[in-house]
């Protein structure tokens, strides 16, 4: 390969979240699957770097074409029987798919199942995708669950612990009953994103999922969209998901904001010298007679 200088090498990886094609997961996905060239070459190295500027990355045999468009961000309503991948080998409906009149490439970030419904994500800002998928960022997602049958008390305290799945005990999780009935419907919250999770954990105690949808991610609401419609994020929304991707961080900003501390010591010091005149209220009272004999004498 023909490279410039080596400050200009990006991985490849990166290269692709930046372009609008996948999120760094998903870009490293494709690499691994000998589905990127650079120059001619078919790449299956993770650490492979290359130069956007100067050399010829192809995706799926497609050229990679530099993004000059701004980042853009998109919420959509996915209907049942649709993926939620932006390519499909079976030709099924995918989310981009219903993204009619929209130029500007993008990709969903994280999954939904083929029939659950609900918000996905749509960006082509990897960074921030990257960030959002990241299992260290622990931002929520929140799904109204119809299933076949209740859980007793005791599961929903199990499910709220964790269940254990393959060997691995899942996360906390919140739970709630919203509508009681032989099919009921559960609000669950979720900070990891393990593949069909909620139907695996509602099997464990013995009850399938009939109905499911996801309702929000972090504080972006699905709102009034109807399956199948979506919107552009304002830019609130945005500045949201942004800071939701740094909470891990939080921590030690927390612990490094001190000023209160310092404030409780300042009225402790004014404090100890008004209190030490008040127990001497007598002293200073007889002294205050005392003084003015001085004056009377000049």
Do not use: C
Not at 40 to 64: F, Q, S
Not at 70 to 91: C, F, G, M, W
Not at 212 to 241: M, N, W, Y
């Amino acid at each position: 390969m023909a490279y410039s200088n080596e400050e200009d090498l990006q991985r490849l990886q990166k290269i692709l979240a930046q372009a609008g094609i996948a999120s760094r997961r998903k870009a490293e996905e494709l690499i691994l699957e000998g589905r990127v060239i650079v120059n001619g070459k078919v790449v299956t190295e993770l650490g492979t770097k290359a130069n956007p500027e100067i050399d010829h990355i192809k995706v799926d045999g497609r050229l990679l074409k530099k993004e000059t468009a701004e980042h853009i961000y998109i919420a959509l309503h996915k209907p049942d029987n649709v993926v939620s991948t932006a390519s499909d080998p079976q030709r099924r409906t995918t989310v981009l798919d219903l993204l009619e009149g929209l130029k500007t490439r993008v990709f969903p970030v994280g999954r939904l199942d083929y029939h659950s419904t609900g918000l996905i994500l749509l960006t082509n800002d990897g960074d921030l995708a990257n960030a959002i998928t990241a299992a260290k960022s622990h931002i929520t997602k929140t799904y109204m669950v119809k299933t076949k049958g209740s859980l007793t008390q005791e599961e929903e305290d199990q499910f709220r612990r964790g269940v254990p799945l393959h060997g691995i005990r899942t996360a906390p999780a919140g739970l709630r009953m919203v509508r009681e009935g032989d099919n009921p419907w559960y609000e669950v919250t979720l900070i990891e994103g393990r593949n069909q999770q909620i139907r695996t954990m509602f099997k464990h105690f013995g009850h399938l999922v009939e109905k499911l949808r996801r309702i929000r991610i972090g504080d972006l609401e699905l709102g009034t969209l109807k399956p199948g419609e979506f919107r552009f994020l304002d830019p609130h929304e945005v500045k949201s998901l942004e800071r939701l991707t740094r909470a891990p961080k939080k921590p030690s900003v927390v612990a490094a904001v001190t000023p209160p501390k310092a404030k409780k010591r300042l009225p402790a010091k004014r404090t100890s010298p008004k209190s030490t005149p008040v127990k001497r209220t007598p002293a200073k009272r007889t002294a205050a007679k005392r003084t003015p004999s001085p004056k009377r004498g000049r």
